[in-house]
């Protein structure tokens, strides 16, 4: 959507993608107002002092319906519950309620891919912004990674392609948005006591591809059923990657066999056993990154240089140490029980599972078979831990632990040589921890100070 100079906005939330609309529309000339309902000591003095610099004005400590009047269009940061009582205010009022990629629409001068997904949005849009380096691209990766998708417009001619990272709440109100390659990873429940199902959680994802075009391309996985299904408008491309015969981008004994052709021989493969993204689960990510970048034509040489190169994000499988035969491995970042599923599918040792936190609307009870395949000892921590315990406590041996120190000296109790100890929470971290980052690393902290305890113990 173009914003047209003098308009009246109003946007909801100041946090980091909520500052960078701001940013945005005082850019386009628009009269800008900015709720947010912390209280005013909590937002950062520089912030406020840009805001009246730039003559925004700001309501602060909760939203009110009489702020926002005389706005002609309303922009809730991704983060906004949609069931607000004041966005109920400004519908009523027939006021357009428009994202931060409704925004966008319509305005990237080059192309952009844009992935979505319930697991492993960020390695894959990583990877992709990775390879297309290698490649000598420039590429602006943001969204939900953690540089705002509008932040692009402070330098456009800076970047030759654009690598966005899409979560539901951001595709929730999407509007016209569409990407040159799409890229639809895999669907498990996640953010249902946003959504309020798992069809409107689908639903939300799959509006990814709903104005996209003949002649722009579609990547979906192929061994998530429903993603796979994901209708598409006559002429989009359709790929996908996955362990079957038929897939555009097949994994077979670890290497990456590309066949955009269709049927027949590959026409390029990529080893990934010299690589980070040898796991099982990497594999599927590297596969998509893949397909991704042949769309903007990256030479397959340097998609190869990309991969035996790239380190994956933090806080995804990421090994912190081994202690006595016992290997530590940070995965922070499974917040939702697919990822949970797919990191313990990936494991080959015994596992104790380190899981917990707040809960999003998910039933644990999907857990129940990979969990009595491969975790002997699972450890919960947080608000969900009863919930799990009752959904789990018929397959594997529990025990409820208050911090996550105590859940380290919990697991080491628990494991023997050979093992692995597994953070892998499959919950938001927000009832201990400020993201899953800092979760991740008092976990790592507290895995080191464990080894460096037993050392001195010799």
């Not at 990766?141 to 951001?170: K, M, R, W």
């Not at 104005?211 to 006559?234: F, K, M, N, R, Y």
Request: glycine content about 12%; overall charge negative.
């Amino acid at each position: 959507m173009q914003i047209h100079k003098g308009v009246q906005a109003a946007v909801i939330g100041l946090g980091m993608a909520g500052l960078a609309t701001v940013r945005y529309l005082v850019a386009q000339g628009a009269r800008v107002r900015v709720s947010d309902k912390r209280d005013f000591t909590q937002i950062e003095p520089s912030t406020v002092a840009w805001l009246e610099e730039h003559g925004v004005s700001l309501e602060y400590g909760g939203h009110t319906a009489a702020f926002l009047t005389g706005s002609e269009v309303v922009i809730p940061g991704p983060g906004v519950p949609l069931d607000l009582p004041v966005l109920q205010a400004v519908r009523e009022q027939g006021l357009p309620i428009l994202g931060e990629l409704a925004l966008a629409a319509g305005q990237f001068q080059v192309p952009v891919i844009a992935v979505t997904g319930s697991n492993g949005k960020t390695t894959v849009t990583s990877l992709i912004g990775h390879l297309l380096r290698a490649a000598d691209k420039t590429p602006f990766v943001g969204g939900n990674i953690g540089t705002p998708l509008l932040d692009y417009f402070a330098h456009p001619g800076s970047y030759d392609c654009v690598v966005l990272e899409l979560s539901s709440f951001q595709l929730d109100l999407a509007g016209l948005f569409r990407p040159d390659v799409g890229l639809l990873l895999n669907l498990s429940p996640d953010h249902l006591d946003r959504h309020g199902s798992f069809a409107a959680y689908a639903g939300a994802k799959q509006k990814l591809f709903a104005h996209q075009v003949a002649g722009d391309c579609a990547i979906l996985g192929a061994d998530d059923p429903q993603a796979a299904a994901t209708p598409l408008s006559e002429g989009v491309a359709r790929y996908t990657f996955g362990r079957g015969g038929n897939c555009s981008a097949r994994i077979v004994d670890g290497r990456v066999e590309l066949r955009t052709g269709g049927q027949g021989e590959g026409e390029a493969c990529f080893d990934l056993g010299p690589t980070r993204l040898h796991s099982s689960v990497n594999q599927l990510n590297g596969a998509a990154a893949v397909l991704a970048v042949a769309q903007l034509g990256c030479g397959y040489e340097a998609i190869g240089r990309g991969l035996l190169s790239f380190e994956p994000p933090a806080h995804r499988m990421a090994e912190v140490a081994t202690i006595d035969g016992v290997r530590f491995i940070n995965d922070s970042k499974a917040t939702n029980i697919g990822a949970l599923e797919a990191a313990l599918g990936g494991c080959e040792s015994p596992v104790v599972l380190i899981a917990g936190g707040r809960d999003k609307g998910s039933d644990y009870t999907l857990l129940k078979e990979v969990v009595g395949r491969r975790v002997k000892h699972l450890i919960l921590m947080g608000e969900a831990a009863g919930m799990i315990q009752s959904a789990l406590e018929t397959v594997a041996t529990v025990e409820i632990v208050g911090t996550m120190a105590e859940a380290v000296q919990r697991a080491m109790a628990a494991a023997t040589s050979g093992d692995l100890v597994l953070l892998a929470p499959g919950c938001a971290s927000f009832d201990m921890f400020s993201g899953y980052e800092e979760r991740g690393r008092v976990f790592a902290e507290q895995v080191l100070q464990l080894g460096q305890e037993r050392t001195a113990g010799r």
